[in-house]
């Protein structure tokens, strides 16, 4: 059982709990969990550490089950992620009439309206930038956390999940392809309108 642990410095009680090599990659590359009990006192920090740990505990079991799936995951072939990808341009691109949906991708600047390609254009530029280098990885982390939102939103749409990074980094980037071409849409909708 993971027992709390006082701060030398704070006089804090915090907890922590180491994550294996294999699941790391399911928690964003973190190596542990911890998180303050915010209190100094001892009995209060064990009676709140029960709360954290099965926070902790869950979390690592959603990781393990991520690792289990994963060799099923990868059966999933380029084909059917571009086919998520499509299904949710076109799902988008309908619905670019709504206000909510066009600013999404347009910016009312001073000077005017502006698409907002540059913020998908930008990242997916530096991760392209990144690739071989020592910087990979986290430039792929960097990128996912940004296009996170798209990904969970294309594969609800979809009615799929993935967690391997290597579908979720590929859908990243092909959505990213895909919103900048609905940027530049937006722009021209929005223009003519």
């Given amino acids: 059982m993971i027992q709390p642990r006082r701060d030398p410095k704070s006089g804090m009680w915090k907890i922590r ?3 294996p090599a294999h699941l790391r990659p399911f ?9 303050s009990l915010e209190t100094k006192d001892a009995a209060e920090a064990k009676s709140r550490a029960s709360v954290i740990v ?4 869950a979390i690592t079991a959603n990781a393990q089950l991520r690792y289990d799936n994963q060799e099923r995951e990868q059966q999933v072939n ?4 571009d086919a998520i990808v499509s299904h949710w341009f076109v ?4 619905r670019l ?3 909510d949906i066009l600013a999404r991708y347009t910016l009312d600047t001073s000077d005017g309206l502006e698409a907002m390609a540059e913020w998908f254009s930008d990242p997916l530029e530096a991760l392209n930038d990144a690739e071989g280098t020592f910087h990979q990885q986290s430039a792929e982390q960097r990128f996912m956390s940004h296009m996170n939102n798209f990904v969970d939103e294309a594969l609800t749409l979809s009615q799929c999940q993935l967690f391997s990074h290597a579908a979720r980094l590929y859908l990243s980037v092909k959505l ?3 919103i900048i071409r609905l940027c530049n849409s937006a722009f021209d909708l929005e223009v003519y309108m």
């Fill in 54 to 57: 099965a926070e902790f505990e």
């Fill in 78 to 81: 380029p084909a059917q992620l």
């Fill in 97 to 99: 009439s709504q206000p």
């Fill in 27 to 35: 928690l964003d590359g973190k190596t542990e969990l911890k998180r």
């Fill in 176 to 178: 990213a392809e895909a």
């Fill in 91 to 94: 799902n988008e691109r309908q």
């Fill in 17 to 19: 709990k180491g994550i």
